[in-house]
């Protein structure tokens, strides 16, 4: 599996374990202490459909990955 770089990684899925984020426009920081979306790894089998939105497993979409054996279109 191809590594990402940190910053695409946040752009591409949000902030991970270790990231700070800034809260609005203040100087406060907050640090995720853990990612329970999945994280580096466990992220990115999610389906996307149009304008970023994600559709949950068992939404009409089978659980099997590619890797696993599912179809390509």
């Known amino acids: ?3 990402l770089d ?3 990684y946040a752009d591409l899925f949000g902030p991970t374990t ?3 984020i ?3 426009d203040t100087d406060l ?3 995720i202490e853990e990612d329970r979306s999945g994280g580096p790894g466990l992220a990115g089998d999610e389906a996307v459909f149009g304008g ?3 559709i949950r497993e068992s939404m009409g979409q089978a659980r ?3 890797a ?3 179809p390509t279109p």
């Open 6 to 8: 940190r910053a695409v």
């Open 64 to 66: 099997t990955t590619r």
């Open 68 to 70: 696993e054996g599912a």
């Open 29 to 31: 920081f907050a640090e």
């Open 22 to 24: 800034r809260l609005a």
């Open 18 to 20: 270790g990231d700070r």
């Open 52 to 54: 970023g939105k994600v």
């Open 1 to 3: 599996m191809p590594e």
